[in-house]
């Protein structure tokens, strides 16, 4: 899974019909459990759920994120840097969620535009960068192929895409 909130998507006792809708690619120079975890603590790992990265480089002399998509066949992308600013609008509005079928009540909060908006998008290209403005706070790549996830349910986004990790801090 590639998520930070799973809840009940399948039943985990027929794994078998639904491979892979989500995952984790750390880089890591070994394949064992202490260099996995000290990869992922460094950050240096990206979600994805169809989407293949060459490379994920941030240059913090220069603030520059870059990210290269490893390009499927007849495949289209978008790469999209989105962050925040300093000075952002740390306003919330709570929202109710009622009960229904098998998932609870539940509450939350909805934030401001401007956690998570999106400086610069490219399309019809594999390779971009992005070079943090001084009042930016963090920046992440959102990689979003044109092609539809071979499995897709209400909670998965509608095209391939990849979330690199927010760096820039």
């Not at 202490?34 to 941030?58: E, H, I, P, W």
């Not at 009540?105 to 594999?126: A, C, K, N, P």
């Amino acid at each position: 899974m590639a998520t930070d909130d799973t809840h009940n998507y399948f039943d985990f006792r027929d794994y078998a019909t639904f491979p892979g809708q989500g995952w984790v690619v750390v880089r890591s120079e070994k394949l064992d459990a202490n260099s996995l975890f000290q990869a992922m603590k460094r950050g240096d790992f990206y979600s994805s759920c169809g989407v293949v990265l060459k490379d994920v480089c941030f240059d913090s002399a220069t603030k520059t994120l870059t990210v290269e998509v490893d390009p499927a066949e007849n495949v289209n992308y978008t790469i999209r840097f989105v962050g925040t600013k300093k000075g952002f609008d740390a306003s919330k509005v709570p929202f109710e969620i009622p009960q229904e079928d098998n998932l609870a009540h539940r509450q939350g909060f909805t934030y401001s535009d401007q956690i998570g908006m999106t400086f610069l998008t490219v399309t019809g290209i594999t390779t971009a960068s992005y070079k943090m403005a001084p009042e930016g706070m963090y920046v992440r790549a959102v990689i979003t192929s044109d092609k539809a996830p071979q499995y897709r349910d209400q909670n998965k986004p509608e095209r391939e895409t990849a979330w690199t990790q927010p760096v820039g801090w």
